[in-house]
């Protein structure tokens, strides 16, 4: 089923995968004798002067409210609208920047070069981000080395403030952006982010949408009052359509022949770097280091696309609709000795330096101490705590490996390998139904855990990809996740003489004939009392008792019970209390599940 899905989907996306056309709003080297016309400028204490191919703001050092400043909705040559919207609204496409720096004349300790973009806040004698974001590159007073910041505003007050410190001893020569929607991604010249990487990402919010768009750029003095002086030697800004959705069901179909990650991807790195130069290849690596915490790891909350939903349900939620997984490995560059490739699928932690499971579960391959290679299936309940570690041996490294997850249950294959035990395929279930505060995907290379080895660690993939299926009914998802094909509502898999259905409406296992699902009876004077469990969240399950008298004769009638109390215990599963009158010389009962 994976590879005829896989092939199914690059043909239908390649009579949709037209590259999108990349249109030019500025190209500006400042050669010419003054500032271009579509500029304003909006300086404190400061100046602007364009002069011998540069752009020079300056705020002097009376005061830490010092700018100097230009700012536009237009572009180059005046245009003011891309295909019917503003030209800076990236959430109508995106939005491509690039600033060069002569970095032979530029001293910005402590003050900052400072890029606004969305709904600015434009007074008399200071520009502020109003509804939008700032990316400021400043030097650190102590070490004079450079540092990125990004910062998001709503409405006028900051909700976001990140610092992204920049190698020790590099000057930064040129910097820029992609911004789509909330996702900003960062690049660098001359310099690098911690860890060695060029590239970075930002999300925002996206709590308040901007009413207008423009950008600024400029210069902002200190709080200790040093001057900042920017010297720009080109300014460029590019803006490319939103592609098409993709089709139905295909959550990412990524072949990484793109320079540069995804939008909807961040990154998440230590000690670690990521690199896609659209060749085909993402390249992951964690160095050789003494940390057992090295790792460069990718993750998305949105589809390839931006899309969050799918069938009204979070993209992820594997409770709601089917996942099903796909990566290729560039076997040829792949060297994974002493570390982990990792797929993590659930609720994440991502703090600045990690993406990580929190609760769900971790595929991960590692080529093992023996030299043999080897799948474990992690389970994560609430908190990150690891609830089970499942290892299977494979007699080779994949070229692919993938899976399919609905609700608890997981279906693991693998090409180019067999696992030991025999065949291409294997299952796994996790414990139990966990409730997720959202859904998310991670992917990358780690360290091992506890094993601070002085090895490298890399992987090279050639494409991922992961698909969406509906299915008819909850019950599908339950009877998926018992990591064996337990049949349909009325097959009785354990042979315990209870049916799928039953066990699924009590809260039983279909492979343990020990386990009926969740009933009891006892006695209150001279009532019958009789418990049941009911699934909480299906509302196409129906629960109600029958009686008779006669089990030879007579016909069962929905009467003869009452239905006392129903707890409701905030889990999967309620509980019904019902009684029964024993005033009758026999009374027979039977409880009835309907999907």
């Not at 019917?84 to 600033?99: E, L, P």
């Not at 210069?219 to 803006?239: H, P």
């Not at 072949?255 to 130069?277: C, H, I, K, V, Y």
């Not at 409406?505 to 019958?528: C, H, I, R, V, Y």
Request: glycine fraction near 10%.
């Amino acid at each position: 089923m994976k590879k005829t899905l896989k092939w199914i989907m690059v043909g239908i996306l390649a009579a949709v995968g037209a590259q999108a056309q990349v249109v030019t709003m500025w190209n500006d080297s400042f050669t010419n004798a003054s500032l271009n016309a579509n500029f304003t400028t909006l300086v404190f204490g400061g100046t602007v002067v364009q002069t011998n191919g540069t752009l020079q703001m300056s705020t002097g050092t009376a005061s830490k409210l010092l700018r100097a400043h230009v700012y536009t909705a237009a572009g180059q040559a005046g245009e003011t609208t891309y295909n019917g919207n503003a030209v800076y609204d990236y959430n109508a496409h995106t939005v491509s920047t690039r600033f060069d720096l002569n970095s032979n004349n530029q001293t910005n300790l402590t003050g900052s070069f400072e890029v606004n973009m969305g709904q600015l806040n434009i007074t008399a004698n200071d520009i502020a981000g109003y509804t939008g974001f700032r990316i400021s590159l400043l030097q650190s007073a102590a070490t004079g080395d450079d540092i990125l910041r990004a910062q998001e505003y709503s409405n006028g007050v900051e909700i976001n403030n990140t610092w992204m410190f920049l190698a020790a001893g590099e000057r930064t020569t040129a910097f820029g952006f992609d911004v789509t929607g909330n996702n900003v991604a960062l690049w660098l010249e001359g310099n690098t982010f911690a860890g060695g990487a060029t590239d970075s990402s930002y999300t925002l919010t996206g709590t308040s949408t901007a009413s207008s768009y423009n950008l600024s750029l400029g210069a902002r003095g200190s709080v200790n009052g040093t001057a900042s002086t920017v010297v720009l030697d080109s300014f460029g800004v590019s803006v490319t359509p939103l592609p098409e959705p993709l089709p139905p069901g295909v959550v990412w179909d990524e072949s990484f022949d793109s320079e540069g990650l995804n939008l909807n991807l961040g990154f998440r790195t230590a000690f670690g770097t990521m690199t896609q130069d659209g060749l085909g290849t993402l390249e992951l690596d964690v160095p050789a280091t003494n940390s057992a915490f090295g790792r460069s790891v990718v993750y998305a909350t949105t589809g390839q696309r931006g899309a969050t939903e799918f069938n009204g349900n979070p993209i992820f939620d594997f409770n709601a609709h089917m996942l099903s997984t796909r990566f290729d490995f560039n076997s040829s560059n792949m060297a994974d000795s002493n570390g982990l490739f990792v797929v993590d699928m659930g609720q994440l932690y991502v703090p600045g330096s990690d993406a990580t499971v929190q609760t769900g579960f971790r595929v991960q391959l590692d080529c093992n101490s023996n030299a043999v290679w080897e799948i474990q299936f992690v389970e994560q309940a609430v908190g990150g705590t690891p609830v089970s570690t499942t290892t299977v041996n494979l007699d080779a490294q994949p070229t692919a490996l993938g899976f399919d997850v609905l609700g608890k249950g997981v279906n693991l294959w693998v090409e180019g390998a067999n696992f030991t035990a025999g065949g291409t395929n294997t299952a796994w279930s996790m414990s139990t139904n966990y409730t997720y505060s959202s859904y998310a995907m991670a992917l990358g290379v780690r360290n091992k855990g506890g094993d601070a080895t002085n090895t490298a660690v890399h992987v090279g993939l050639d494409s991922f990809w992961v698909f969406a299926t509906a299915y008819d009914n909850p019950y599908d998802a339950w009877a998926f996740g018992w990591g064996e094909d337990v049949g349909s509502e009325t097959n009785d898999y354990d042979g315990d003489f209870v049916d799928n259905l039953a066990e699924y409406g009590l809260n039983g296992d279909p492979t343990d004939p020990a386990d009926k699902g969740q009933t009891s009876t006892t006695f209150d004077g001279t009532d019958l009392v009789y418990v049941h469990a009911q699934h909480s969240s299906d509302p196409n399950l129906t629960y109600w008792l029958e009686t008779t008298d006669d089990l030879v004769l007579g016909s069962w009638t929905n009467i003869g019970y009452s239905v006392i109390a129903t707890n409701v215990t905030g889990e999967t599963y309620d509980h019904v209390t019902n009684t029964v009158p024993t005033t009758a010389d026999q009374t027979f009962i039977r409880l009835r599940i309907q999907n």
